[in-house]
């Protein structure tokens, strides 16, 4: 009798941990499936979301007083990789490197990481290099739109405003007005903060916080502007 009892009692607690679990899956997969679906497509432009948008520099003219851009900022291709996706690491590098020229090693470096998030692998792609990463298709990499330097005068006054180049991996302004204002125009990068599990791989439902960022200070120079 006694142990129809604990049979039947453990059969009870199945039942009720089985209910549990069903239900803990069923928010996680029907109640919150969209929010999952979102916020793995929101990784994919995560990073361009992170960047603070460089701020803009102008001239005014000395007698209409209009606004004329000197230093502004254009979108072109970024290509990434989410590593922990990525399921034929070699031939996924290979690809990668006869396609858009880059070599296949340090590729492979960048992408044989297993719970990595993200990698830049190459800049400023064209518009048919962009279609071409759409094509190809391959698991784990993306394209998403990177913000670069552009001065529509071209070398006028160059000597005056400077460039915006990279330090390490990170692209600040040198020289000129670029380099003495660089902190007012960087603006501040956003940043993740998320939860990982003991071999560092990111918890789907743990705690993640995502601070966007803030755009740069735009900045007028007060001068004559030479036609």
């Not at 204002?181 to 960087?186: D, P, S, T």
């Amino acid at each position: 009798m006694r142990s129809i009892w604990r049979l039947t009692s453990l059969i009870i607690s199945a039942i009720v941990l089985a209910l549990v679990i069903g239900g803990r899956l069923f928010v996680l997969q029907i109640i919150n499936h969209n929010f999952y679906v979102a916020l793995a497509q929101d990784q994919h432009e995560l990073f361009a979301e992170l960047q603070a948008k460089r701020g803009e520099i102008y001239v005014t003219d000395k007698e209409s007083r209009e606004p004329h851009l000197l230093a502004g900022n254009i979108d072109l291709g970024l290509l990434f990789a989410v590593p922990r996706e990525i399921e034929d690491k070699s031939k996924t590098a290979k690809i990668l490197s006869q396609e858009f020229g880059l070599v296949e090693s340090e590729v492979l470096a960048k992408i044989d990481k297993e719970n990595d998030a993200y990698e830049p692998l190459a800049h400023k792609l064209n518009k048919t290099d962009i279609e071409k990463v759409k094509s190809l298709n391959l698991k784990g990499i993306g394209v998403s739109k990177e913000p670069w330097r552009f001065y529509p005068e071209a070398d006028f006054a160059s000597h005056i405003l400077g460039f915006v180049g990279f330090a390490g991996d990170e692209k600040v302004g040198r020289y000129g007005v670029e380099g003495y204002y660089n902190k007012n125009l960087e603006g501040r990068a956003g940043f993740v903060s998320e939860e990982r599990d003991a071999a560092g791989a990111w918890i789907s439902v743990g705690r993640r916080e995502i601070k966007a960022a803030r755009p740069g200070d735009d900045l007028v120079l007060e001068s004559i502007r030479v036609e």
